[in-house]
């Protein structure tokens, strides 16, 4: 199993361009989640989903948009890219399960995004 | 607002010496999760304690939690270098979704 894949690694964009950051998961997890990393800042949840067709907005979802069309997929685009942008991304799935199990996030390795 | 608050933000101890961090929370919560990151990856889980337990052992680690503090800490016993990383606390806000909040966490450093 690859667990949870983001591509590209590092990726670096001019303001106002857009582009898709890919999850994918092979592990049948029904939830996914979207967070970015800033420095002293912890993560933040952007969006997540918790089926296909379903998602949700985090903490801070603006500038972001997500769909999530297959169980395994689960894309964040960015429309426009800000500066403000500028940060590491990482996806992560859950199971459905039990108490614990949907409490139990397997994340990628990240996507470093610079937007000059 | 944060949920999860780590302190100290950095500690920095020997191998073999005892390492703990706390995390502070600010509403109800149903457990609490602790995850590590190694430089450059992605997030680790660790360990997962319910707001009716009050410690939990996993191998080295020991999490204790205080709800009528809002309060947890994890303990790494004997540690190692490899145990060189960023820990974070995480809960979930919501008991049946995925709204999950961390804290900025705390990057412990094992020196040999």
């Known amino acids: 199993n690859a667990g949870v894949t983001q591509t590209p690694k590092f990726q670096v964009l001019k303001t106002g361009q857009s582009m898709t950051l890919q999850c994918a998961q092979d592990?049948?997890?029904?939830?996914m989640s979207w967070y970015r990393q800033d420095p002293g800042m912890g993560l933040r949840l952007i969006h997540y989903?918790?089926?296909?067709?379903?998602?949700d907005q985090g903490e801070v979802p603006n500038g972001y948009n997500v769909s999530r069309s297959t169980t395994e997929d689960f894309p964040l685009r960015l429309l426009s890219a800000a500066p403000s942008q500028t940060s590491v991304y990482f996806c992560?799935?859950?199971?459905?399960?039990?108490?614990?199990?949907?409490?139990?996030?397997?994340f990628g390795a990240g996507t470093r995004l610079s937007v000059l | 607002s944060q949920q999860g608050e780590e302190d100290p933000q950095a500690l920095s101890i020997q191998e073999g010496e005892n390492a703990t961090m706390n995390c502070s929370y600010k509403?109800?919560?149903?457990?609490l999760q602790w995850y590590r990151q190694n430089s450059g990856r992605g997030l680790v889980h660790l360990i997962l304690?319910?707001?009716?337990?009050r410690e939990k052992h996993s191998g080295r680690l020991r999490v204790t939690l205080d709800t009528s503090k809002k309060s947890s800490s994890l303990l790494i016993t004997a540690s190692r270098a490899a145990d060189t990383a960023s820990y974070f606390c995480?809960?979930?806000?919501?008991?049946?979704?995925?709204?999950?909040?961390f804290g900025p966490g705390t990057r412990l450093s094992v020196l040999p």
């Open positions: 304690i319910r707001s009716n337990e």
């Open positions: 989903s918790v089926g296909a067709g379903i998602t």
């Open positions: 992560a799935s859950t199971r459905r399960g039990g108490r614990e199990a949907k409490n139990i996030q397997y």
């Open positions: 995480a809960t979930n806000r919501d008991n049946y979704g995925q709204n999950f909040v």
């Open positions: 509403t109800s919560i149903n457990n």
């Open positions: 592990m049948n997890h029904e939830y």
